[in-house]
């Protein structure tokens, strides 16, 4: 499967952002997909995944009660909306899928089968 990730941008502190990853070809609803990012200078970092269904999702704790990520099945592609976002938010963000042979969510990046290209987000102080 191809992911190709948009959305990001340059935005003040407290402001918001929504990252899209669309995919295609592949069977979008048999991957749980999970968000990750990279500053300059650090490894890359898990930010949340969702299940397959969209039933389910879990987040680093960073971003707990700023960051919803979601799935749209019929439109193969995966959200992840960014609120209240911080200076340390800087980052490039990654969408990534993994396939459904997992029993729980994914955190490790190691585990994710496929990646998108990343888009960057600035926060500004």
């Known amino acids: 499967v191809q992911l190709q990730a948009f959305g990001g941008g340059l935005v003040q502190a407290g402001g918001s952002l929504t990252l899209s990853c669309a995919a295609s070809g592949g069977t979008f609803s048999s991957y749980d997909l999970g968000w990750f990012r990279q500053a300059p200078g650090l490894e890359r970092e898990f930010v949340a995944t969702i299940s397959r269904s969209g039933g389910s999702t879990y987040y680093t704790d960073s971003v707990k009660g700023r960051f919803t990520i979601s799935r749209d099945n019929a439109k193969n592609t995966v959200y992840l909306q960014m609120n209240a976002l911080k200076p340390e938010d800087t980052a490039v963000y990654y969408c990534?899928?993994?396939?459904?042979?997992?029993?729980?969510?994914?955190?490790?990046?190691?585990?994710?089968?496929?990646w998108g290209q990343g888009t960057l987000v600035t926060v500004s102080s």
């Open positions: 990534a899928a993994v396939g459904g042979r997992y029993f729980s969510l994914v955190v490790r990046a190691t585990a994710y089968d496929y």
